[in-house]
């Protein structure tokens, strides 16, 4: 395959700056209850790709399905480039690169029939559905990929990776008379084993606990607390808030980005560093290069507390004379490549949870996320639990604990960082390209002077 990709690059080289193909074959499977019902059962092959061109500055990209297209495609993108082209290419230099990524499997899922996956799924459901009175419906899915992705440029790089994905989702809504529904949610991932998926009954349990203990909460009472978040709060956080604003592509075109985020700038206490590293192994994240043949790395967004680095594709790097950082990432090849996170979270500190909590008065303790958004800098966040903390005690639960803030502002009001260490699975989207697999995570955080919002 990568031959024949290569032969068909060869003629073009010389005729534009930068021609890239990624061809990607995949087989899938996806399956979903809603309540008792059976939602969808899904299958698919594909064997699809993208070109992309670039000349004088211009990008082109075209998509093709099948191989048969592939030379017509290739003519296609590299006129268009020519069209739109009006400037300076400037990429920044990578060498070229030849290797072949496999994943060493455990279980694999094509090996596993469809109605297995539909019996196991359904058999969790059940658990979800039986597990109290007040559980009024479910939404559980599980989903399978395999893919081998080609990717052939004309500097003569040449990569094959393949990527497995393993995923389920579970939730559930609980209500009785007179309240608002409650959620609760449970993930599992695995790039390696579909037996992820297996004896899981407490962890996808755990979904239908949460959404009838929120039934039993009070409304947190609005106002200013130090708030203590779990490792998946604090990963959304950082890279809600944070992260998306160290994407370079939102950055080099505009000024008052590039002065909030100057680099050298002091952010936060020198205890807190933030990386985004696609090295750790087996994470949604994770991946020995990126899509545009670039290795992947570990970045220090925030080291010792100051604003060290951010995250390029080959265009962002060249434009604002730094190195690339191997985020050009595309959620599948028909998609171009554009500046991403991978996995994302603060480093490990040196505080146990209840030494964080000890000397609170009254403070609140935020766990995991059930939505939010950001507006740039500006960033609201609903947790999925909460509980008060009194007198250095955890006390009772509440609920609607929405925490609002500057992301700036609340950076530097990060007093204690936990000796804990948690990465989650989470699906991205920016640019129409969602969800792309990502993971946030890292230890329990302590923030003061937060703004917490109740009903
Ligand atoms: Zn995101």
Redesign the pocket.
Known sequence: MQDQLQEAIAPYRDRVDYLEIRLEQSESTSISFRGPQLDAVDRNFTLAGGIRACHKGGWSFVTFNGLAQLNDRIAEAVSQAHLVGKETTMLAPVEPIQDYVAVQLGCDPRGVSLEEKRRNLAKYNQLLLDFDPRIQTTMVSMSDRFGTTYFVNSLGTCIAQERLDVSGRFGAIAREEGSVPRQGFESVHSRTDYNILEGIEDRVLGAAKRAVGQLEAKSVKGGQYTVVLDPYLAGVFI??AF??LSEADGIYENPKMQELLALGKPLGIKQLNVVDDATMPGLPGSLKYDDEGVPAQRKYLIKDGILTQRLHNRETAGKMHEAPTGNARALNATYPPIVR?TNTGIETGEHSFQDMIKDIEEGVYAVRMLGGQTNGEMFTFAAAEGYMIRNGKLAEKVNDVTLTGNVFQTLKDIEAIGNDSIYVSGG???GGQMPLP?SVGGPHLRIKNVVVGGR
Do not use: I, L, Q, T
């Open positions: 890279h809600e992260g998306h996170m991205c989207g920016k990502v």
